[in-house]
Nanobody, 121 residues
Framework: QVQLVESGGGLVQPGGSLRLSCAAS????????MGWYRQAPGKQRELVAH???????NYADSVKGRFTISTDNAKNTAFLQMNSLKLEDTAVYYC???????????????WGKGTPVTVSS
């Protein structure tokens, strides 16, 4: 199996910063892409940032210029550096990976359990 475990969430004041981490582990053959999604109370889950194995990135318009996604491929870990946080960034942040398991040919979607981020004064 494959597991994604997020860490780094917490409470931060507006204008502050947080760095989320997502560690992928298990019987991983290849990671094609990883991403971060978030879901605020009463809202649908939305894409925050996405990065491919080749390093191509894309961001939600609402976080461009403030958030940066990166990976440490050797450690199968993705990061989300969040700066200039706003009240509306409050949500549960979920890690996503499109990953091929050892012994299989096709990639599958995997999700972490989420880490809460609260931006409040």
């Amino acid at each position: 199996q494959v597991q994604l475990v997020e860490s780094g969430g917490g409470l931060v004041q507006p204008g502050g910063s947080l760095r989320l981490s997502c560690a992928a582990s298990g019987s991983i053959s290849r990671i094609y892409a990883m991403g971060w999604y978030r879901q605020a109370p009463g809202k649908q889950r939305e894409l925050v940032a996405h990065i491919t194995s080749g390093g191509s990135t894309n961001y939600a318009d609402s976080v461009k210029g403030r958030f940066t996604i990166s990976t440490d491929n050797a450690k199968n870990t993705a990061f989300l550096q969040m700066n200039s946080l706003k009240l509306e960034d409050t949500a549960v942040y979920y890690c996503h990976g499109y990953i091929t398991r050892i012994g299989t040919l096709s990639g599958m979607d995997y999700w972490g359990k989420g880490t809460p981020v609260t931006v409040s004064s």
